[in-house]
């Protein structure tokens, strides 16, 4: 199997990588509720918020189904429910001459900006944008055609895989490959809106970490911040969640989306978890230095006499940790005292007669 690459890298810039902090992408999609100027506020709010990138969406009802009021074309269950699939994107979709505008904005205000394209015709016109890296969700998984058109521009691929079999996965990932790009992200992903915990499955992102060969990380549709701080926990490199301004503000997705405030925490948490995850360390820390003295060693227990023989009685491994180490105990018992000893005086070597 193909190993994963060692970094990836945008706008000549490491973003993923062994030592990189986990990337956090806050995803727009339908939040700016037909509003360009809230879009731009999106961005901004996400930059504020913590978030490294910010992701849009490149469809039109058009590109994404037809309009049709055939049973096949109706949402019966779950957030959309009553919708057909083109009511659906007709209100949520990003207006394509909104996009270079928004590009724009994110560039001046130095975040990412990121979009998932959902047929060849958004490719194309990302393309144009001069993007610098693409997101497939989770729906086109299966859409092999798209995953190779899009891997074949070179630039990193990030996929989600909601839904997905080990078989459709390995497929995805074959289809980027074949195109001679290996920069490749793997998303775990509980395509569900919300998502609950209990069916995130998180152990997964680390067995498509290994299966795979690539780098993984969370498409997090979770309400809290939870699911998130345990993939961070697990090895995610970059973790996805919708970001609104305001839940009050309806449109399809707000009901699962993170407010400002809320992505700040999560970020601060994320970024705490990885303090805590740190790097492989044996022995004392600094914060821990000051507590060696609270260790244990061996002590005399009972006054000494010079040429006493130490025994259990007399002394024993107390704390704190000024004299011998308990490992030397054993090997003290039976042997005479130097000098005079006083209840309370930490074993040194110095003081001890070792015989034959």
Same mark, same amino acid.
């Given at each position: 199997?193909?190993?994963?690459?060692?970094?990836?890298?945008?706008?000549?810039?490491?973003?993923?990588?062994?030592?990189?902090?986990?990337?956090?992408?806050?995803?727009?999609?339908?939040?700016?509720?037909?509003?360009?100027?809230?879009?731009? /506020? %999106?961005?901004?709010?996400?930059? =504020?918020? @913590?978030?490294?990138?910010?992701?849009?969406?490149?469809?039109?009802?058009?590109?994404?189904?037809?309009?049709?009021?055939? #049973?096949?074309?109706?949402?019966?269950?779950?957030?959309?429910? @009553?919708?057909?699939?083109?009511?659906?994107?007709?209100?949520?979709?990003?207006?394509?001459?909104?996009?270079?505008?928004?590009?724009? /904005?994110?560039?001046?205000?130095?975040?990412?900006?990121?979009?998932?394209?959902?047929?060849?015709?958004?490719?194309?016109?990302?393309? =144009?944008?001069?993007?610098?890296?693409?997101?497939?969700?989770?729906? /086109?998984?299966?859409?092999?055609?798209?995953?190779?058109?899009? $891997?074949?521009?070179?630039?990193?691929?990030?996929?989600?895989? @909601?839904?997905?079999?080990?078989?459709?996965?390995?497929?995805?990932?074959?289809?980027?490959?074949?195109?001679?790009?290996?920069?490749?992200?793997?998303?775990?992903?509980?395509?569900?809106?919300?998502?609950?915990?209990?069916?995130?499955?998180?152990?997964?992102?680390?067995?498509?970490?290994?299966?795979?060969?690539?780098?993984?990380?969370?498409?997090?549709?979770?309400?809290?911040?939870?699911?998130?701080?345990?993939?961070?926990?697990?090895?995610?490199?970059?973790? =996805?969640?919708?970001?609104?301004?305001?839940?009050? %503000? #309806?449109?399809?997705?707000?009901?699962?989306?993170?407010?400002?405030?809320?992505?700040?925490?999560?970020?601060?948490?994320?970024?705490?978890?990885?303090?805590?995850?740190?790097?492989?360390?044996? @022995?004392?820390?600094?914060?821990?230095?000051?507590?060696?003295?609270?260790?244990?060693?061996?002590?005399?227990?009972?006054?000494?006499? $010079?040429?006493?023989?130490?025994?259990?009685?007399?002394?024993?491994? %107390?704390?704190?940790?000024?004299?011998?180490?308990?490992?030397?105990?054993?090997?003290?018992?039976?042997?005479?005292?130097?000098?005079?000893?006083s209840r309370g005086t930490p074993l040194q070597k110095e003081m001890v007669e070792y015989l034959e």
């Amino acid at each position: 199997m193909v190993g994963r690459v060692q970094e990836i890298r945008i706008h000549g810039k490491t973003v993923i990588g062994k030592h990189q902090p986990v990337y956090l992408i806050a995803e727009m999609s339908a939040n700016h509720a037909g509003s360009l100027a809230r879009a731009k /506020e %999106i961005i901004h709010a996400a930059k =504020e918020s @913590g978030a490294d990138c910010v992701k849009i969406q490149t469809y039109t009802p058009d590109t994404m189904t037809i309009r049709c009021d055939r #049973e096949y074309f109706h949402i019966g269950t779950g957030t959309w429910k @009553g919708e057909t699939l083109y009511q659906l994107y007709e209100k949520a979709y990003t207006p394509w001459e909104w996009q270079p505008e928004l590009k724009a /904005e994110a560039d001046k205000i130095g975040i990412d900006f990121l979009s998932t394209p959902f047929d060849k015709s958004a490719v194309d016109f990302l393309e =144009e944008m001069n993007l610098d890296f693409y997101k497939i969700a989770s729906f /086109e998984l299966v859409d092999l055609p798209l995953i190779a058109y899009a $891997a074949s521009k070179g630039k990193p691929m990030l996929i989600s895989t @909601g839904m997905g079999t080990k078989e459709e996965i390995a497929e995805a990932v074959a289809a980027v490959r074949a195109q001679g790009n290996q920069n490749l992200v793997l998303f775990r992903c509980a395509s569900a809106y919300p998502a609950i915990s209990s069916e995130m499955n998180l152990a997964t992102m680390t067995d498509m970490e290994k299966t795979f060969s690539a780098w993984v990380g969370l498409s997090d549709h979770s309400m809290g911040t939870v699911g998130a701080v345990t993939a961070a926990a697990l090895g995610a490199r970059a973790i =996805e969640k919708h970001f609104c301004i305001s839940r009050k %503000i #309806e449109n399809p997705d707000a009901s699962f989306s993170m407010e400002p405030e809320e992505f700040k925490q999560m970020a601060e948490q994320v970024r705490q978890a990885e303090k805590a995850i740190g790097t492989v360390s044996y @022995g004392v820390s600094r914060q821990e230095k000051s507590n060696l003295a609270f260790r244990r060693s061996i002590f005399a227990v009972k006054d000494i006499k $010079a040429g006493e023989v130490f025994t259990e009685e007399n002394i024993r491994i %107390i704390r704190p940790a000024c004299g011998m180490p308990p490992k030397y105990y054993n090997s003290v018992l039976g042997q005479r005292a130097l000098q005079d000893l006083s209840r309370g005086t930490p074993l040194q070597k110095e003081m001890v007669e070792y015989l034959e």
